[in-house]
């Protein structure tokens, strides 16, 4: 069975710090990975995504890939209170499958 | 990033009922639609896979008959939930993928809260 693990926090960092959630995975085939934010009672929204080993960067948020490792983390520079929710890794095999969710990570950011 | 929506945001309905949920994605085509259901404070769990034009495949353990889903187009998928009972009640969610290349994307609307009395 697919699983994907991740650490449930909840995981604190100070206004303007670094935060990094990490995520591995089971199935050595899988392709395509992804990051959700979700907001308490809200759904969960696509922040970012990533394909091939390395880094990612879109804004304040870096994805890494380390499929060797099946390790994928998401940093979050200059963390903002707003940035407070669930982070949720998503991993995903070729073509149409199902995405297979962590449990997800809280994140606080402290002002 | 594309844009999906959901109706009703939230709704209210006496044990016995039924309730339709309706799931549309407003600036893309999306051939496969997920249904999910989430519990407060519990992970995503999938309910179904929705595709234009045939029929639902559905996770173990959900009932089809009680989850009845039409992907009637290419930008609307319904979930109709058959006598609701009051476990019924939770936030259900879907979601449209979109597809270019090789890149398959999920978005997600924003959920309806079923409750059931």
């Known amino acids: 069975q697919k699983e994907v693990e991740q650490n449930s926090g909840p995981l604190s960092v100070p206004e303007g710090a670094i935060a990094s959630l990490n995520c591995t995975y089971s199935?050595?085939?899988?392709?395509?990975f992804f990051w959700y934010r979700q907001y308490s009672g809200k759904s969960p929204e696509l922040i970012m995504f990533?394909?091939?080993?390395g880094d990612k960067e879109d804004g304040r948020f870096t994805a890494q890939l380390n499929k060797a490792s099946q390790y994928v983390s998401l940093l979050i520079r200059d963390s903002q209170p707003s940035d407070s929710a669930t982070y949720l890794c998503?991993?995903?095999?070729?073509?149409?499958?199902?995405?297979?969710f962590g449990k997800g990570t809280k994140l606080t950011v402290n002002p | 990033g594309a844009v999906v929506s959901q109706h009703p945001s939230w709704v209210i309905c006496k044990s016995g009922t039924s309730v339709k949920i309706e799931c549309r994605s407003l600036?893309?085509?999306?051939?496969?639609m997920f249904w999910y259901r989430q519990f407060p404070k519990q992970s995503l769990m999938l309910m179904a896979t929705s595709n234009e034009g045939s029929k639902a495949t559905y996770e173990q353990g959900v009932e089809k008959d009680k989850f009845l889903i039409n992907h009637a187009s290419l930008t609307l998928s319904t979930l109709t939930v058959t006598s609701a009972h009051p476990e019924d009640s939770s936030f259900y969610i879907c979601?449209?993928?979109?597809?270019?290349?090789?890149?398959?994307?999920?978005?997600f609307g924003p959920g309806t809260r079923l409750t059931v009395t």
């Open positions: 600036d893309f085509q999306a051939t496969t």
């Open positions: 998503a991993v995903k095999g070729g073509g149409s499958e199902k995405l297979v």
């Open positions: 990533i394909y091939s080993n």
């Open positions: 979601s449209a993928e979109t597809v270019a290349g090789l890149s398959y994307e999920q978005y």
């Open positions: 199935d050595r085939g899988s392709q395509s």
